[in-house]
Nanobody
Framework: QVHLVESGGGSVLPGGSLRLSCAAS????????MGWFRQAPGRPREGVAA???????SGAGSVQGRFTISRDAAANILYLQMNSLNQEDTAMYYC????????????????????WGQGTQVTVSS
């Protein structure tokens, strides 16, 4: 049974930073894809950043230069460092993992992933 547990969310002022973590248990597919998605109220879920263990990665244009995805393969933890946060980043953030090989072009597609966490809330407000 695969479990993904996100942590690190919270409330932050505009311009602030947060680091999200996703602890994966029962997940042995370190050579597969993992990523972060987010969903704001009234909006569809969107891909934020994702990576493959061979170094391939992809990020949404809105977070380029501000968010960085990384993973600790030995500990089975996926991170998302978020800097220069703004109110548009307010959303529930979800960790996702795939048991299948994924193409780089598929990294930010929800259909790529078959495991999902419960989410952690990020609120950016003054």
């Amino acid at each position: 049974q695969v479990h993904l547990v996100e942590s690190g969310g919270g409330s932050v002022l505009p311009g602030g930073s947060l680091r999200l973590s996703c602890a994966a248990s029962g997940y042995a597919y370190n050579d597969r894809c993992m990523g972060w998605f987010r969903q704001a109220p009234g909006r569809p879920r969107e891909g934020v950043a994702a990576s493959r263990s061979d170094g391939a990665s992809s990020g949404a244009g809105s977070v380029q230069g501000r968010f960085t995805i990384s993973r600790d393969a030995a500990a089975n933890i996926l991170y998302l460092q978020m800097n220069s946060l703004n109110q548009e980043d307010t959303a529930m953030y979800y960790c996702a993992a795939s048991s299948r090989y994924c193409r780089r072009s598929d990294l930010l597609l929800q259909s790529t992933y078959n495991y999902w966490g419960q989410g952690t809330q990020v609120t950016v407000s003054s």
